[in-house]
């Protein structure tokens, strides 16, 4: 039995449904009953708690053979941290499965994630790995570019950006470098890696088959969606300055992406890896963004 956290997310319920498909026993954790029922309605077990608070994962992950670690925020609220989610959270997974005698974790970090990185997502995930490396466990890590599919936040910021007004607005140049890849060649590469006795590589850095710029990413979409409107590139400070009256403004429509200033930085940074590495890591040739656009619109 494998025991997941974040399985109610978006990587989260397309793993379920891989799972479910090889007859792969699973406990997740979740953090109400409404979350449990659609976790139990797959066939998996539930167990409500919250990776902040220890105590709520008392007793909840003994019999696990390998804990999977899925859990992630991109955003910091006034409620919640990089630091409470990433490192506080990490930290009591990793003790409650070693008192519960697990011996292998799995962790979903990110492609850029770095200790050292000046931005507090990706530092936070380096921190994270770095928990995982010396929990003493047999770990692997996955570092991945970004992940599209049904549900996925990148389409779903996009799709609203698409659908504001008679321009569509891009923060900056728009020719950062992305390396997309679906879900469903992130669930096909986590069976085969799940599945791999020997785990030689621990640490598995890997994207789609395209580096591929926002723009064109864009322009695909638009594509796909029957929309035809001038793109307008805006400075990033410009659009910073405009992030409290567009959080003002969310809190009345949900048409409106909430983006924090950190997430501006990041679209600025190429978020690259090797164009061949699934092809090397898992032996297989992962689909392309059109392809996986497709499905996720
Ligand atoms: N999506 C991408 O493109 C991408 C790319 C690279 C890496 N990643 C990493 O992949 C992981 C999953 O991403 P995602 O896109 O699936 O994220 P997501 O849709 O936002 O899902 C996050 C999951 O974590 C759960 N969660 C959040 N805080 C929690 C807490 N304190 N205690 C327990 N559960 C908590 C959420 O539960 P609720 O359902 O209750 O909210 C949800 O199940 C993250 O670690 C992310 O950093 C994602």
Redesign the pocket.
């Known amino acids: 039995m494998i025991f997941i956290?974040?399985?109610?997310?978006?990587?989260?319920?397309?793993l379920l449904k891989a799972l479910q498909k090889e007859g792969i026993e699973a406990r997740c954790?979740?953090?109400?009953k409404e979350?449990a029922r659609i976790v139990e309605s797959l066939g998996f077990e539930a167990v409500i708690?919250?990776?902040?608070?220890r105590g709520s994962l008392r007793g909840k992950i003994r019999g696990a053979r390998v804990v999977v670690?899925?859990?992630?925020?991109?955003q910091e609220t006034q409620d919640?941290t990089f630091d409470?989610?990433?490192l506080e959270?990490t930290e009591n997974l990793i003790e409650e499965a070693l008192s519960a005698g697990v011996r292998e974790i799995f962790y979903?970090?990110?492609?850029g994630a770095d200790i050292n990185s000046r931005h507090k997502?990706l530092q936070t995930?380096g921190h994270a790995e770095e928990l995982v490396k010396l929990s003493g466990m047999d770990y692997w890590i996955?570092?991945?570019?970004?992940?599209?599919g049904p549900?996925?936040?990148?389409t779903e910021n996009i799709k609203k950006v698409l659908s504001l007004g008679p321009v569509v607005t891009v923060p900056g140049t728009g020719n950062t470098k992305f390396q997309?890849l679906s879900?469903d060649d992130w669930t096909r590469a986590f069976l085969i890696a799940l599945k791999d006795g020997d785990r030689q590589i621990k640490t598995y850095e890997f994207g789609g088959p395209e580096h591929i710029t926002y723009n064109e990413m864009l322009r695909i979409m638009m594509k796909e969606m029957g929309i035809n409107k001038p793109i307008v590139h805006l400075p990033i400070g410009l659009v910073k300055a405009g992030i409290p009256l567009a959080t003002l403004l969310g809190r009345f429509t949900t048409k409106i992406p909430r983006v924090t200033s950190e997430q501006l930085d990041l679209l600025q940074i190429d978020n690259i890896t090797d164009i061949h590495s699934m092809e090397r890591l898992f032996g297989f040739t992962p689909e392309p963004f059109r392809a996986a656009i497709k499905k996720a619109l």
């Open positions: 956290t974040g399985a109610t997310g978006f990587v989260g319920s397309h954790l979740v953090r109400n979350k708690g919250d990776i902040t608070d670690h899925l859990v992630g925020i991109i919640i409470q989610v990433h959270g979903q970090s990110a492609l997502y995930k996955f570092k991945p570019s970004l992940i599209i549900g996925d936040g990148f997309p879900v």
